[in-house]
C-alpha cells in the first residue's frame, strides 16, 4: 500500500535554551542542564527554557516508524506536517496516512493535518481532527469526561490573579490549558497557597500565551495505558506505573518537565516504570474500565495513551488523553506506549503496523471515517 508518514521533527542538536542573550547556551543540553538544575534554586529557571518543539519527535522515532511500515511490506513517502503538506497530500494521493504530526501553531495543531486529510477524503491512523482538538484543549476533554461521569481532578480555568482570591483548597496542581510533554509543568506546577498559584498563573501567562488549568491535586500513584484498536476491539495494554520513588529527593512525585527530560536520560536512565503496575486486580480492573470508558466518550480511533492518577481516597482519576502517543524506538529510552506493547508481546515494528492494522480496519468497516 502507498503509505505517506505525516510528522514534526525536532530540529537535531538545538539548545534546549532560548536564544537570547541572557540566556544559558549548552553543548550538551540534557547532562548540562541537569548540572544547572542541581546547581541552582528549583524554581528558577523555567523562564529560560525554550521547548517549542518539545512535542516532536527525533529524526531516529521518524526512521524507525519509516522502516517499520516498509517491513509490513508498504511503500512509504514522508511528507512533513508544515503549511506545504496539504499541497504534497493533493499531488501524491496516498492510499492512507500514517498520522504523527503534531503541528506547531495554535490550539488547534493537532487537528492541522487530519484536517487536511479529512478535506481531501484521505484516510488516516488515529482521531478525527474534532478529537484531536478536544483532546489538546484538556478542560474541553475533562468537561466531556465529568459530563459521562468519568473521574478526573476538579478544575476550573483562569488567567487573571483577583480569580486565585477566593477560598481555595490545596495543594492544587496547574498547568498550560493546551500543551503536552509535560511543557509547562515544573516541579513548581505543585502550590499551596495563593502566592505561588498567582506565580504559576503569571509564568504560563508569560511562557505560553496561555490560560491556567487549576485542579485539584492528585496526590496518589500515576498509571499510563495504552490503548489499541476501535469499538469492541479496543486492546488496553499492560499498565505502566509511574513509580514516583524515582523522581529525585527533593522534587514533588510528579512526572513533571524536568524529570521527563532532564533527570530521565539515556546516560543516566530513571527506574520511573513499572509494567505492569504491580496493584492489585480490583484497583487494575476501575483503571481499565475508566480509560476504556474515557475512549468510547472522547470517540478516540485506533490508539492512545491515557494518563491517571489516584485521589487521595485511592479512586483513579484521567489525568490527560494523548491522541498522538510518543513513541521513541530504543528500548533504552523511557517512552510508555512502546514499553506497554512490548510487555504485550509487540516489538516496534509490529506495534506499529498493528495500530495501521485498526485503522485499515476501521476504515474498511466504515466507523467514524
Ligand atoms: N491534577 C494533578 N494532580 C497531580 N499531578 C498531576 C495533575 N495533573 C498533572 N499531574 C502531573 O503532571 C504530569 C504531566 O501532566 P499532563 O499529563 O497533564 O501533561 P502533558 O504535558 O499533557 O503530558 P504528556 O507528556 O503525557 O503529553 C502528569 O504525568 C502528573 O505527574
Ligand atoms: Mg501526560
Known amino acids: 500500500m502507498r503509505i505517506a508518514l505525516a510528522f514534526n521533527i525536532k530540529k537535531e542538536n538545538e539548545s534546549i535554551l532560548s536564544d537570547s542573550e541572557d540566556s544559558i547556551k549548552y553543548s550538551s543540553?540534557?547532562?548540562?542542564?541537569?548540572?544547572?538544575?542541581?546547581?541552582?534554586?528549583?524554581?528558577?529557571?523555567?523562564?529560560?527554557?525554550?521547548?517549542?518543539?518539545?512535542?516532536?519527535?527525533?529524526?531516529?522515532?521518524?526512521?524507525?516508524?519509516?522502516?517499520?511500515?516498509?517491513?509490513?511490506?508498504?511503500?512509504?513517502?514522508?511528507?512533513?506536517?508544515?503549511?506545504?503538506?496539504?499541497?504534497?497530500?493533493?499531488?501524491?494521493?496516498?492510499?492512507?496516512?500514517f498520522n504523527v504530526a503534531e503541528g506547531l501553531n495554535g490550539l488547534s495543531r493537532e487537528s492541522q493535518i487530519p484536517s487536511m486529510l479529512e478535506m481531501l477524503n484521505i484516510p488516516f491512523t488515529g482521531s478525527d481532527s474534532v478529537t484531536n482538538g478536544i483532546c489538546h484543549d484538556k478542560s474541553r476533554c475533562k468537561e466531556i469526561l465529568s459530563y459521562y461521569n468519568i473521574p478526573n481532578a476538579k478544575f476550573f480555568i483562569t488567567d487573571a490573579i483577583h480569580k486565585t482570591e477566593k477560598d481555595l483548597s490545596f495543594p492544587k496542581f496547574i498547568k498550560p490549558?493546551?500543551?503536552?510533554?509535560?511543557?509547562?509543568?515544573?516541579n513548581s506546577s505543585v502550590v499551596r497557597n495563593c502566592a505561588d498559584l498567582r506565580n504559576e498563573i503569571l509564568r504560563i501567562k508569560d511562557c505560553y500565551d496561555q490560560p491556567s488549568l487549576v485542579e485539584d491535586f492528585l496526590e496518589g500513584k500515576e498509571f499510563t495505558v495504552a490503548m489499541l484498536g476501535n469499538g469492541d476491539d479496543v486492546k488496553v495494554m499492560p499498565i505502566v506505573e509511574i513509580n514516583l520513588d524515582a523522581v529525585p529527593e527533593g522534587f514533588n512525585k510528579i512526572y513533571s518537565y524536568e524529570v521527563k527530560w532532564f533527570f530521565d536520560t539515556r546516560e543516566s536512565k530513571l527506574d520511573i516504570f513499572?509494567?505492569?503496575?504491580?496493584?492489585?486486580?480490583?484497583?487494575?480492573?476501575?483503571?481499565?474500565?475508566?480509560?476504556?470508558?474515557?475512549?468510547?466518550?472522547l470517540r478516540l480511533r485506533d490508539w492512545a495513551r491515557i494518563d491517571v492518577?489516584?485521589?487521595?481516597?485511592?479512586?483513579?482519576?484521567?489525568?490527560?488523553?494523548?491522541?498522538?502517543?510518543?513513541?521513541?524506538p530504543d528500548p533504552a529510552d523511557n517512552s510508555c506506549y512502546p514499553k506497554a506493547a512490548r510487555e504485550a508481546g509487540m516489538d516496534y515494528d509490529t506495534m506499529i503496523n498493528a495500530v495501521l492494522g485498526a485503522a485499515l480496519k476501521r476504515n474498511r468497516n466504515g466507523f467514524h471515517k
Do not use: Q
Open 274 to 297: 513499572r509494567c505492569p503496575a504491580e496493584i492489585d486486580e480490583k484497583l487494575y480492573n476501575r483503571i481499565e474500565l475508566i480509560c476504556k470508558a474515557a475512549f468510547k466518550v
Open 29 to 97: 543540553p540534557k547532562t548540562d542542564f541537569r548540572k544547572y538544575l542541581s546547581e541552582n534554586l528549583i524554581n528558577n529557571y523555567p523562564e529560560r527554557l525554550d521547548d517549542t518543539y518539545a512535542e516532536w519527535d527525533s529524526e531516529e522515532t521518524i526512521t524507525a516508524v519509516k522502516s517499520a511500515l516498509e517491513a509490513g511490506g508498504h511503500d512509504v513517502t514522508l511528507v512533513e506536517g508544515d503549511s506545504d503538506a496539504y499541497e504534497k497530500f493533493k499531488m501524491i494521493r496516498p492510499e492512507f496516512v
Open 177 to 186: 490549558l493546551h500543551e503536552g510533554s509535560s511543557k509547562g509543568i515544573f
Open 309 to 328: 492518577r489516584l485521589d487521595s481516597e485511592g479512586n483513579p482519576n484521567i489525568v490527560e488523553i494523548n491522541p498522538l502517543p510518543g513513541i521513541l
